[in-house]
């Protein structure tokens, strides 16, 4: 093993660098400055994944659910006992936090706990009737792909279904952000999962996905990131039929209306929104507000925006700190400047802050013009649009105006409007007076733009489940 690499792949049960040696650096975002370094893996490294997870995929399947069940609890009780070294490694190398990243491995831990103790009960036959029953099986190996904004959370909820369902899995990880994959896979080692149950990988993403996809011994592939990835993903699995869990973004409205506690709404909105400088993918991005407290609501929402302390992840008196990488840096200047170019007002922040690391100052944009990119494109960071209405059917219409139908928001006190605005509203979740939505224990999907299939809950392990139908005679 070379000193120099800080991140290994972990194939057949062992950590190794990569086949033809290959490397990436890893880039400090508060900084721009190199701390490190992460394996690439070659074609021969990810035969050998393949083998192993095939080798392995009918034992583990054929290993009683409670055991699988038993090994992910204590994966999660040894990951808690890490999650101070974890997340300082995470908040160094994507830029949240370190009281976000902090959070954010706590809900991975609770990842890993609600697939464990919901293992047994998702993969118990359960009858139809006197005659029949349905066999949830193991649909076989999965290709798991994530991304750099939550890596902890996300390759815990796809390696917890995964391995809940009985399911070998090979995890590509984000390249940014490797160590949440390094510290969840140790974890499971240390668990004792069976060597090539589970394999982690790094490199060329479309190298790595289209060697994968092109394997028969791949049944099953589940993705997080942007839409346009997520399609041509889905594309190719096509040739292999190969089921596609896809996670693709969204574009989430919130709306205001005027019988609400403003200074709720305002305090809700802000909070999540600038949570890992705006790189959720249900982060809320377009705010339409009731005509009669447009105002007052912009005006505060600045306030709020204003409040924020942007500054180095590590300090613990920063709110907000460096996005990710540079490519988002250029995303904010494009979507800014098209907006100001057709009409927008940039009501606060707009600019990039500090010369080194990837700063940007909370942003609020308003009178923008339906054309503008930021209304289309996923901002996916520190930028809000804020708009008023005036009736329900124009802030239904505009809410779903965007392409993704990931999560919709709103603020009210009216039963009744609650309920037409949970029938009206088109995305996969839906919530009301405050802006919280993805746990372990419920399914999450997006839909139009926003993907298909389930993550979380139940429906998050059926994901990687065939359900056999046997007829009794
Ligand atoms: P991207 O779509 O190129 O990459 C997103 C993730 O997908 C990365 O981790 C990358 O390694 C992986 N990826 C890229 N190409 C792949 C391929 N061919 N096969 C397998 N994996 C692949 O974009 P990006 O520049 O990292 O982020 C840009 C946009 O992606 C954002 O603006 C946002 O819209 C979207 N995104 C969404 C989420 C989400 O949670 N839904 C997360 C990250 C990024």
Request: aromatic share 6%; glycine share 10%.
């Amino acid at each position: 093993m070379s000193d120099s690499i800080d991140y290994k792949l972990f194939i057949n049960g062992a950590w190794r660098l990569g086949g033809n040696g290959a490397d990436l650096p890893l880039l400090n975002p508060a900084t721009e400055h190199e701390f490190g370094r992460v394996a690439v893996a070659s074609a021969s490294d990810l035969d050998d994944a393949l083998t192993s997870a095939q080798a392995s995929q009918l034992q583990w399947s054929n290993t009683p659910a409670e055991e699988r069940g038993a090994l992910l609890i204590r994966a999660a009780r040894i990951l808690k006992g890490k999650i101070d070294l974890a997340a300082a490694s995470l908040s160094t190398e994507q830029g949240k936090t370190l009281a976000e990243a902090k959070g954010e491995y706590a809900r991975a831990v609770e990842m890993l706990e609600w697939n464990g103790a919901h293992a047994a009960k998702t993969s118990a036959p359960y009858p139809i009737d006197g005659k029949r029953i349905i066999v949830p099986e193991a649909i076989g190996v999965v290709a798991a792909f994530t991304p750099w904004n939550y890596p902890a959370v996300l390759n815990a909820r796809k390696l917890g279904a995964s391995i809940a369902a009985g399911c070998s899995v090979i995890l590509k990880a984000a390249e940014e952000t490797p160590s949440a994959g390094v510290y969840i896979i140790e974890a499971l080692q240390e668990a004792g999962i069976p060597p090539g149950v589970v394999s982690l990988v790094f490199g060329s993403p479309p190298m790595i996905s289209e060697h994968l996809l092109a394997s028969p011994v791949v049944r099953a592939l589940s993705f997080t990131g942007s839409t346009p990835i997520g399609k041509g993903l889905a594309k190719i699995a096509a040739n292999n039929l190969q089921r596609c869990v896809l996670e693709l973004g969204g574009h989430s409205p919130v709306l205001v209306f005027d019988d609400t506690n403003l200074l709720k709404a305002v305090s809700a909105i802000s909070e999540y929104k600038f949570e890992c400088a705006g790189q959720s993918c249900n982060a809320p991005s377009r705010i339409l507000v009731a005509r009669s407290i447009y105002e007052e609501c912009l005006a505060r929402l600045v306030r709020a925006a204003e409040k924020i302390r942007v500054g180095a992840p590590n300090d613990p008196t920063t709110d907000m700190g460096p996005m990710a990488n540079a490519r988002r840096i250029e995303a904010m200047e494009r979507l800014t400047k098209d907006a100001v170019d057709r009409g927008a007002k940039v009501e606060t922040g707009g600019r990039r802050i500090g010369r080194a690391g990837f700063y940007w100052a909370p942003t609020i944009l308003s009178n923008v013009h339906p054309e503008s990119q930021v209304l289309h494109e996923e901002p996916f960071g520190p930028i809000l649009t804020v708009a008023p209405f005036d009736t329900i059917e124009e802030a239904i219409k505009e809410a779903n105006a965007s392409d993704y139908g990931l999560a919709s928001y709103f603020f009210t006190d009216s039963l009744e409007l609650r309920k037409r605005m949970v029938r009206s509203l088109s995305a996969g979740a839906i919530s009301i007076n405050h802006l919280k939505g993805v746990s372990a224990d419920a399914p999450n999907t997006g839909i139009k733009q926003s993907g298909y299939g389930y993550e979380g809950g139940a429906e998050g392990v059926r994901a990687f489940q065939t359900l056999k139908l046997v007829n009794g005679g």
